[in-house]
């Protein structure tokens, strides 16, 4: 049986107000293609179909439509909801698409999933748990107890569900599972907001042991294997959809499997979507323009950030981002000013004012316009809360 699994798509995600529709578009093509080339039997999509609750209609019309294409020769589709996603919405058409073979499970059950594959008859059985959060479990788990009790017992809960949706397994059948969650040891991005990945919501590899020969997982951006029983995996999203995933390889996994055996898995990368990329200039702006002029990452988002020794203006921002726009965030860095700021909590100097005064004293005595400061004020909070590699906002 040869299984596609794939994850978090997001779709209707946009980047600081940039559409990444057609790039999602893109990857459905691709996604289709994928399947047929390689004579895919059985798809998992595991969770964050969409990036809201509430998608926009042409997400929702993208959805279908790869429902739709990706089981039009009869191939199932077994598809979880996510922490993005709202859990009835993704199940409501349930009753109108189950006969082309399409399974949406969008609340934790305690009921398996049951495919037989048409090319082979071959049937596989599905542990599939959707995002498991307390609400959507219906219960309270740790009351008012600390953070390690309540990973404890939401560990523990969540182990307690998957043995019980295991229950059906058989030497003679295709073991497999499926959920949208953060197990221990996965690297974050910082674009699986905003829920708690890590924290209290752990759950521990031991949790997902329910003698599944192949746990496709959900939730976390990067493609990544996980230790514990059988072998575990995130397939990780199809685009980027944060620059702390900048430089990361895209892909979706195929797994071969068969009854009583050790699964293989490929990683099948993919082509479409735009690069995120920084650029960190320390040549200050004329090393920009020089970048631009190259055509240095022409079909990429930008997250630049310039050092410089005089302040810039909102002309030159402005110009900047006339010149591409792929640039997504414009972060100036003065070596005075970093010296200053780390001085601000024990000064206690407004950052406003440091900043008007730094540009009057770069300027000759100019006052910054109100704009500019409030573009510095952005800038700077955005800098703070930018989370470090392996963090979460």
């Known amino acids: 049986m040869r299984i596609l699994h794939t994850g978090d798509w997001?779709?209707?995600?946009?980047?600081?107000?940039?559409?990444?529709?057609?790039?999602?578009?893109?990857?459905?093509?691709?996604?289709?293609?994928?399947?047929?080339?390689?004579?895919?039997?059985?798809?998992?999509?595991?969770?964050?179909?969409?990036?809201?609750?509430?998608?926009?209609?042409?997400?929702?019309?993208?959805?279908?439509?790869?429902?739709?294409?990706?089981?039009?020769?009869?191939?199932?589709?077994?598809?979880?909801s996510g922490n993005h996603d709202?859990?009835?919405?993704?199940?409501?058409?349930?009753?109108?698409?189950?006969?082309?073979?399409?399974?949406?499970?969008?609340?934790?059950?305690?009921?398996?999933?049951?495919?037989?594959?048409?090319?082979?008859?071959?049937?596989?059985?599905?542990?599939?748990?959707?995002?498991?959060?307390?609400?959507?479990?219906?219960?309270?788990?740790?009351?008012?107890?600390?953070?390690?009790?309540l990973r404890l017992a939401y560990s523990a809960r969540v182990g307690k569900l998957m043995k019980l949706l295991g229950r059906e397994f058989t030497p003679q059948t295709v073991n497999l599972a499926m959920s949208h969650i953060y197990v221990l040891g996965g690297v974050e991005s910082d674009s699986e907001r905003p829920i708690q990945v890590g924290g209290a919501y752990t759950v521990d590899p031991s949790a997902l042991s329910c003698g599944a020969q192949y746990t496709a997982l959900g939730h976390l951006h990067r493609a990544q294997r996980v230790k514990g029983e059988g072998m575990i995996r995130y397939s990780g999203s199809p685009l980027a959809y944060s620059f702390s995933e900048a430089g990361q390889a895209k892909s979706v996994t195929l797994i071969d499997a068969v009854p009583g055996?050790?699964?293989?898995?490929?990683?099948?990368?993919?082509?479409?979507?735009?690069?995120?990329?920084?650029?960190?200039?320390?040549?200050?702006?004329?090393?920009?323009?020089?970048?631009?002029d190259e055509g240095r990452d022409a079909s990429a988002f930008i997250d630049l950030e310039i050092r410089l020794s005089e302040a810039l203006s909102m002309s030159?921002?402005?110009?900047?981002?006339?010149?591409?726009?792929?640039i997504i965030h414009i972060r100036p860095i003065y070596p005075q000013m970093e010296q200053e700021l780390e001085q601000i909590s024990r000064s206690r100097m407004p950052v406003q004012e440091l900043f008007r005064k730094f540009y009057q004293r770069q300027t000759g005595g100019a006052e910054p316009e109100d704009s500019l400061i409030e573009l510095f004020l952005e800038l700077t909070q955005e800098e703070r809360h930018q989370p470090e590699e392996g963090e979460e906002n």
Request: proline share 6%; hydrophobic share 40%.
């Open 261 to 292: 055996a050790e699964p293989t898995f490929e990683e099948i990368y993919l082509r479409c979507g735009r690069p995120l990329v920084r650029w960190n200039s320390t040549g200050g702006i004329d090393e920009v323009y020089r970048w631009l």
């Open 316 to 326: 030159d921002i402005q110009r900047l981002r006339k010149s591409r726009e792929g």
């Open 86 to 149: 709202q859990p009835e919405r993704v199940a409501s058409v349930s009753p109108l698409v189950l006969r082309q073979g399409i399974t949406l499970v969008g609340l934790p059950t305690s009921e398996p999933v049951t495919i037989q594959v048409v090319r082979t008859g071959e049937i596989a059985k599905i542990a599939a748990l959707p995002y498991p959060s307390e609400a959507r479990l219906g219960e309270l788990l740790a009351g008012d107890s600390g953070e390690d009790e």
């Open 10 to 80: 997001h779709l209707g995600r946009t980047l600081e107000g940039r559409s990444r529709q057609k790039e999602q578009e893109q990857f459905i093509d691709e996604l289709v293609e994928i399947a047929d080339a390689h004579k895919v039997d059985l798809i998992l999509m595991a969770g964050d179909v969409y990036d809201s609750v509430n998608p926009p209609a042409a997400a929702e019309q993208l959805f279908y439509d790869a429902a739709a294409r990706l089981t039009a020769n009869g191939r199932p589709l077994v598809v979880i």
